[in-house]
C-alpha cells in the first residue's frame, strides 16, 4: 500500500535482491527464522531478512481486513485483531514447540508456506484468506497481485500460487488478510479411547452434521470437535454432536479457555515435542489416514494424531536411515496423497526430499514457473525442490 | 472492442483442420457448417459476436487432448467454453479460432460422503451438482445467480461466486483437484481429495485464468453438509448510506450472515413492478440471510435487529416460514429478469472496501446524471462486490458506447477507492482494456509470464484479460 511504514524498506530490499541477480548471487529469506530448520537446507551464502517490512497498514474491522508487512511478528498482528475481537481464522500452528526453535514467527512466513491450523477444515487455509500481496520477484522487481477487497477475479490469482511457495518465487513484502470476528463461544465434544479407524468415522459423522465444525480431530485416544458461535448457537451444537456420538460412546463435552487449550494442543502437535524422532505430515482423504498408518505400524514403528477430520496425518518415527521417507511415501502415493518431512536434523533434510517430489509433467511446469519469476534461482534455492 | 485480425493462413485451411479434427474425435463431434457455428457466435454479453472457424464438443478428457494437439500442431487458437453465460465475453470467438465446447462431458465421476466431496466433468451445470448430492444432506457452496445454465468448466475459469460466498467463499475455496489438458495436449492432474496440494499452488493459478492456460476437463469439488435450516430478514432504509453502515456494524458484531444482499430504489421499484415481491417503498433495502436451527436463526435475526434498530430502519420484515423467506427472496432473484423487461442494461461487477460504500453509492448517482443514463444498484454487500445495472436503449445510436464509457469510469473509481475491476464475473474481453488501471506494467508481466509458462504459443484464448497492445509481441512471436 502507499504510504506503508515499509514503503521505503521494500524499496531497498528490491535493489538489494536486484543486485543479488546481477551478480547471480544466491540468497536465503529469514523472516522470524523459526521454521529455518524445515525443509532443505538452503545453499546461499547470504541471509535477507525480512525484519524492516514490520508494521500493520491498515486494519478495517468493518470491512474484516489487515494488510500488514511480511516482517510483521505474528504476535503483534494477533493482539492488534484481538484488541477489535478479531483473528487470522485459518488458525496457523506455531512450529517452535515441534522444531525446538526460538524467534518470533513472521507473517511473512505464515504466507508463504500456508501455514494453516484445525479450522482449515471450516474457514479455508491461509490461502483462501489472503486476498492481496507484495513481493520481490527473482530479478528485484515488485510485483503486486490481488488486493485489499474480500471478492476480485481482476487477472490472475498470483496470491495463491504466492502462497505455499516457501519463498522460492518472490520476497513477500506484504499480504493483505481476510480477518473474521472472535466468536462469543467454542466448545469441544470429546469421545475418548476410540481406535483411529473409529475415531475417523466419529469425525467424518460430526463433518457430514449440520453443526458447522471447526475442528476435528483424534490422537492420545481422545476424539476432539470443535464448535464455536454464539453463546446459544453452542449451547444447541454441544449437546446435538454428544447424540450424534451416541453409538461411539458416551461424549464429554468441555468449553472456554480448557477448549481453547486442547486446540492449541492439536495446531501446535503438541503430543510430539520434546519427543526425539523425525516428524511427518501427511495429507490423505480422512478415511485414509487410519489406514495408512495401520500399513505403517504393520512396517515399523511410528506414533500418529490426526486432524482435519484424519486427512492430515502427523507421524513421528525413528530418525535412523531414511527416516521412513521411502516407506511414507509408498503407502502415502498409493493412497493418493503427500508427505512432507517436517521435522529432522540437517544431515536427514539433505538426504531425503522434504517435500513431495512432483510428476514430471507437473514438476516441468513449476520450473517453468520458477524461471519465470526468479530466472537465475536465487530465491531460497533448494529450499522446496533441487 | 477490437479484436485481433483473423490469421489468413488459418483461414485458408479450415477443411484441413476440420478433416483432422473430425478423424481424431467421435461422430458429430466437429461443428463447422456456417449457420450451425453461429450459435456459438456470443457468450451472455451478447453486445459482441463473431463465428468461430469451428466448433469442437469432445466427450472425454482423452478426446480433448487429441483435438489439442491437432491444434497445437495447426497454431490454430482455442476458446474453451462452458455453457456460454459469461458476462465479460471470455467464450466470445475470433473467426479464425475452434470453440472447445465441454457441454458434452457432464457426468459424475465419484461421489463420496465420507471424505466429502465429489468429482464431476466439467460441462455439468452447477446446479446439477447439488443435485447430485443433496438427497444425501449435502450440496456445493458456490451458487452464481445462473447457476441453472453455468457450467463447473465456466465456474473454475472465472472463479465464479454467488450469493452465499460471504460465508462459504466462491469457486477457488471449493475446488480441491481438476483434470486440465494443456494447449499441448498433455494431461495434467493438479491438487487431489486432500484439503492441501504438494508443490506450489497451481490449482490457485488455474482457477480464475479464464480459459488461458489449459482445458479443465475434470474436477474434484468439497461438497458441505446442508445447515439445519435457513431464514432471511428484510430491512429498508431512508438513506443508501445508512444501510451501508448498517452492513458494517453486523459484520463486525460477529453475527456472519450467509449472505447480506443490497438493492436501491431504482431496483426495488424494477422488481417491483416485475415480480410484485411486496417490497417496501425506501430509498434502500438489505435482504440478511442467517443458517442454523430454528433457535438459532431466531437468535441470531434478533440480534441482526437490534443492530439494525440502531440505524432506524424504515421496515423490518423476518421471515418465519418457508413462504415468508421466499416472498423476501423473490424480488432480488428476480432482479436481472426484471431490469431486462424494462431496458437493455450493462451488468458491472467491482468490488470495493465496505467502507467506501455510502462515497461510491454517492458518485455513482452524480455519474448517472452527467452522462444521462439510469443506474440500479444490487449486489453482494457483505463482500463489497457491487452489481450497479447501467440501462441503456440498444436501439438507440450511441447509448451502448455512452454506456461503457460510464461503466469504465465506475470501474476506475472502484480501483480507486482501494477495490477492483472485477469481483466475479472475470475480465474476459470487456475489462481487458481497464487492466492499465489496476495494475502497473511489471504487475501484468508477471502475470503474462505465468501464461507463457502454461501455454508458450499463447494459443488459449488469447486475446482475452490483458490489453491487446500489451500481449502483442507474444501472440504475434507464437
Ligand atoms: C443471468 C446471469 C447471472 C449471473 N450471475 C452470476 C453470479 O451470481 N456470480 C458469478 O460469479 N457469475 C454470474 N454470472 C456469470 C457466469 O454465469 C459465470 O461467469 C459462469 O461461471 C460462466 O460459466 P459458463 O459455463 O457459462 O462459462 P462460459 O461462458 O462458457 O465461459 C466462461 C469462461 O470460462 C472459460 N472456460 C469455459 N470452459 C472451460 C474449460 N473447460 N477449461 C478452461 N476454461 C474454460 C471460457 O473460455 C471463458 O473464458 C451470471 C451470468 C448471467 C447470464
Redesign the pocket.
Known sequence: MKDAPYAAAESALAGEIAAAHEAGEPVEIVGGGTRRALGRPVQAARAVSTASLSGIALHEPGALTLVAGAGTPLAEVEAALAREGQRLAFEPMDHRGLLGSSGEPTLGAVAAMNNSGPRRIQAGAARDAMLGVRLIDGRGEVVSNGGRVMKNVTGYDLVKLMAGSWGTLGLLTEIAFKVLPIPEAEATVMLTGLDDARAVEALSAALGSPYDVTGAAHGEGRTLVRVEGFAAQIAHRGPALARLFSPFGKAEIVSGEASAALWRGVRDVEAFHGREGAVWRVSVKPSEGPRLVSALKAQGAFAALYDWGGGLVWLLTAEEGDAGAALIRAETRARGGHATLVRGSAATRAAVEPFEPAAPGIAALEARLRAAFDPKSILNPGRMRG | MQMPEPEARILSRKAEIVARLEAALSPGAVIHAEEEVRVYEC??LTAYRCPPLAVILPSSTAEVAAALRILHEERVPV?????????AG??LPTADSVILG?ARMNRVLETDYENRFIRVE?GRTNLSVTGAVEAEGFFYAPD???QL???I??????N????HCLKYGVTTNNLLGVTMVTMEGEVLEIGGHALDAPGLDLLGVICGS??QL????EATLRILAKPEGARPILLGFDENEVAGACVSDIIRAGVLPVAIEFMDRPCIRACEDFAHAGYPDVEALLIVEVEGSEAEIDDQLAKIREIAARHSPREMRESRSAEESAAIWKGRKAA?GAMGQINDYMCLDGTIPVSALPLVLRRIGEMSRDFGLDVANVFHAGDGNMHPLILFDANKPGDLELCEAFGAEILKLCVEVGGCLTG???V?VEKRDLMEHQYSAADLEAQLRVKDAFDPRWLL?PA?VFPLHVTAGRRMAA
Open positions: 457468450d451472455a476458446v474453451p467454453r462452458g455453457s456460454g453465460t459469461s458476462l471470455g467464450a465441454v466439467t452464481p445467480s445462473s445454465a453455468c457450467a468448466a465456466g465456474n473454475i475459469a472465472m465464479s461466486g454467488g450469493a479464464e480459459g489449459g482445458v479443465v476437463t436481472f466475479e464475473h472475470g474476459g484464448n482475452k
